[in-house]
């Protein structure tokens, strides 16, 4: 199983995560995506938060179910931080070839999480361009630390072959502008404050 792992906070899940997945599904040639709602980014507020299970609730409407699946595994896990969660995942389904997906935004924070750099060997990692991140993302630091195991686009899907070991790529696609803080704030969704 080639399965795409998109984590996030998800409040609310949006037609953008959506179309992440799809480009991700087709270009990678995965089996699945994986909708990760967290429990908690550590790099976020919880001001404006909505609870766990309504964030999951707004992931699950938009998700098939069969190869696009909105999952609380993250919180079953008992995790918060992305380089743990992997590597369960990889102990727990060793058997699954796994590629973090994110958008440019995500990249261009990448450095702030975590143990990063672990992160980047552990799995191979897929970027989607987001509006005025796409610059941002690739003048990081991340970017600049990883810049020599950048993979070509064009040739994605061998970043989970396994001779093709650690990588990233930066996939081309139709850059969409919804967010869920767009979201929020034009009333569409009001999340109350996460008291789980």
């Not at 609310?12 to 040639?29: D, T, V």
Request: charge should be positive; aromatic fraction near 6%.
């Amino acid at each position: 199983m080639r399965i795409g792992l998109l984590g996030g906070s998800f409040n609310p899940a949006h037609e953008g995560h959506i179309q992440l997945a799809r480009k991700a599904l087709a270009s990678l040639r995965l089996d699945q995506v994986w909708l990760m709602v967290s429990p908690g980014n550590p790099l976020k507020s919880r001001k404006g938060m909505a609870p766990f299970s309504r964030r999951l609730a707004t992931a699950q409407a938009l998700a098939d179910g069969r190869r696009i699946i909105a999952t609380d595994i993250e919180q079953k896990l008992g995790q918060r931080y992305t380089v743990r969660t992997v590597a369960m995942l990889r102990q727990r389904f060793p058997q699954c070839r796994f590629v973090w997906l994110m958008g440019a935004d995500g990249l261009a924070q990448f450095s702030r999480w975590r143990s990063w750099r672990r992160l980047a060997r552990m799995v191979p990692i897929a970027v989607l361009p987001r509006p005025g991140s796409v610059i941002p993302a690739l003048r990081g630091r991340a970017s600049s630390v990883l810049r020599h195991h950048r993979r070509d686009g064009r040739a994605a899907s061998l970043l989970l072959e396994k001779r093709g070991g650690p990588g990233w790529t930066f996939l081309s696609a139709p850059q969409n502008d919804i967010s869920s803080t767009a979201l929020r704030q034009k009333g569409l969704f009001c999340p109350s404050v996460d008291q789980e």
